[in-house]
């Protein structure tokens, strides 16, 4: 299968810092990738869906100014945690969208605010 | 998309199949039954879909009810690595469906034990 990476896989960061993650499909051209959030011993929650040039459409309830989502190419998006705190910190997923609809999941990126 | 229902958690001996079921009653004509894991602290594995007949792949086999209001994804012989939260997700597939997210359900958890 296609194959998605995500870097860093783990951050540690102070309260009121700003993180970046990103997000890489390394063997195809992804149209859309999609951002998760995942608390322990809790399923996936979608956060966004990013469009490559255009603005990401975010779910109910994340906040767009705080989580910003870049998607300027076909193989790379970036998720900005911006003044991160501690409710902040989870596992972080992405996912890319290939062309028959396929979804393949990057290893995650687990953040600690401190 | 429609919802699924599945068991919490699920035991299994190292060996033996482990059969997961999944019921998605309301499903509609032209959506698809998409099985993914999760081992723990990752992200997750695409295992296999199907839309109306049982599938079988290198990891397991999908068999879908003829009414297609439940399916149970068989692990032939499970490992001690199969241990893993196992979700079911229904969706309209396709590459007109590459935008469209997987949304998480609860999924079960299962155990194999040597």
């Known amino acids: 299968g296609a194959v998605v990476s995500q870097h860093p896989s783990r951050v540690i960061c102070k309260s009121g810092t700003s993180v970046k993650i990103e997000c890489r499909s390394l063997?195809?051209?992804?149209?859309?990738m999609f951002w998760y959030r995942q608390f322990p011993k809790q399923s996936l929650m979608l956060m966004a869906t990013?469009?490559?040039?255009?603005?990401?459409?975010?779910e109910q309830g994340v906040e767009k100014d705080k989580f910003l989502i870049n998607h300027a190419s076909l193989t790379l998006s970036t998720l900005t945690v911006t003044s991160a705190h501690p409710e902040d910190s989870s596992f972080y997923i992405c996912?890319?969208?290939?062309?028959?609809?396929?979804?393949?999941f990057g290893p995650g990126t687990r953040l600690t605010v401190t | 998309d429609a919802k699924t229902t599945q068991p919490p958690s699920m035991d299994c001996a190292e060996g033996r199949a482990a059969n997961l079921p999944c019921n998605h009653s309301?499903?509609?004509?032209?959506?698809?039954v998409y099985w993914y894991r999760q081992i723990h602290s990752q992200g997750p594995q695409y295992i296999i879909h199907?839309?109306?007949n049982n599938e079988t792949n290198e990891m397991a086999s999908l068999i879908i009810t003829e009414d297609r209001k439940s399916s149970t994804l068989i692990l032939p012989h499970a490992t001690l690595r199969d241990t893993a939260v196992y979700y079911c997700?229904?969706?309209?597939?396709?590459?007109?469906?590459?935008?469209?997210?997987?949304?998480f359900g609860k999924g079960t958890t299962l155990s194999v034990s040597s």
């Open positions: 309301t499903i509609s004509g032209n959506e698809y």
């Open positions: 063997d195809f051209q992804a149209t859309t």
């Open positions: 199907g839309l109306k």
């Open positions: 990013s469009n490559e040039g255009s603005k990401a459409t975010y």
């Open positions: 996912s890319a969208s290939a062309s028959l609809g396929e979804q393949y």
């Open positions: 997700i229904v969706r309209l597939g396709g590459g007109n469906q590459a935008g469209t997210a997987l949304i």
